[in-house]
């Protein structure tokens, strides 16, 4: 997800997915087709990885709710905020992250 946060989805490559994920070519064109589907597979990844964190913080009887919302929500836009302060409006965040032409 890094690298297309960094670069955009239009301006990442294959080579530029490989190199960070230290795998070849090959070896990604072995586990998906096309930049799509690595792409989805990185959004579906993230989504996943939030929703094990929230998960995590509400089943924490030590916490009240308040500080189980805070704690979430830092998380959240702790591991975004490189993401979010590169965005001007966040229209310009969701056109950054889905251009696709």
Partial sequence: MNIFVR?????TSIEDISKAA???????????????????????????????????????????LEEKLFQALDEWFGR?????RSCVTPSTCVVKIFETS
């Fill in 7 to 11: 670069y955009g989805y239009k301006k």
């Fill in 22 to 64: 230290g795998i070849t070519r090959q070896g990604i064109y072995l586990h998906f087709k096309n930049k799509d589907e690595i792409f989805s597979a990185s959004i579906q990844k993230a989504l996943d990885d939030g929703l094990q964190f929230a998960d995590q913080i509400l089943e924490d009887d030590r916490l009240t």
């Fill in 80 to 84: 975004h905020v490189g993401f979010l």
